[in-house]
């Protein structure tokens, strides 16, 4: 068998041939590898142009009010005597006359807690100006939810009597034992300021009112919730108390889209 070897020539024109066939190749994958940054780039600039939704951003403002239905008494005994062990027996057979009452009047334990007890010692200025210990004041105060606030006033003169010149009626408010149910129809007037609000503001703007984007809520506030008595009845009668109404104020802040 007999190979045949092809000659120089021939090997040089297959070697030239593959050498252009390569090069257009080359050049058309060229142009479709740079259109890729330019297509990217394109895309892009056509994000940027896009117009931004507009919106507007409302505060609501919501109250509601109701009767008071509890009422928070703030009392105490204080007793000053000349030693510390004296005025803590004179403050405790206080304290207890005062249990003892709030107890007659029907009140519950769990409905009378102990807020502070305190014992300091009194001091007197002397004429050479030093400051000379006394005696020693003893103190006890209490927080009493009164259920009936018809009675509280009643309640009052009652531990007056019972404790005498050692009794403190440190102040009563009025409050609702469940604020839930006010704070909700607060929350709902609120809703409602702030969806008018930017009905208002779409209108005025060319615009209608879209979708509800976000809403937060603040911290619901119930202001002035009652008033203390001036003074207390010295014969253990009846103090007249006025509980007025309780509010609760709601505060809410929404963005709504305006198309």
Sequence with gaps: MTIRRPSAARTARLLAATAVLGGLLAGTAAPALAATPERTALRATARKAAPATATVTVTGNGRASAAPDLALLSVGVEATRPTAKEAMAAQTTAAEALLDVLHQQGLPDRDIRTDSLSLAPVYTQTKDGDSKVTGYQAGQSFSVKVREIDRTGQVVGAVNDATGSAVRVNGV???????????????????????????????????????????????????????????????????????????????????????
């Design 173 to 259: 408010v009025f409050d609702v034992a469940d604020p839930s149910a006010l704070r909700a129809k607060a929350r709902e007037a609120a809703y409602r300021d702030a969806y008018d609000k930017a009905s208002q503001h779409a209108q005025l703007s060319g615009h209608r009112l879209g979708r509800l984007v976000s809403l937060s809520e603040g911290e619901s506030v119930r202001p002035g919730p009652g008033a203390a008595p001036g003074g207390v009845s010295a014969d253990g009668q009846s103090v007249p108390l006025a509980p007025g109404e309780i509010e609760e104020q709601v505060t809410v802040s929404a963005v709504y889209e305006l198309i």
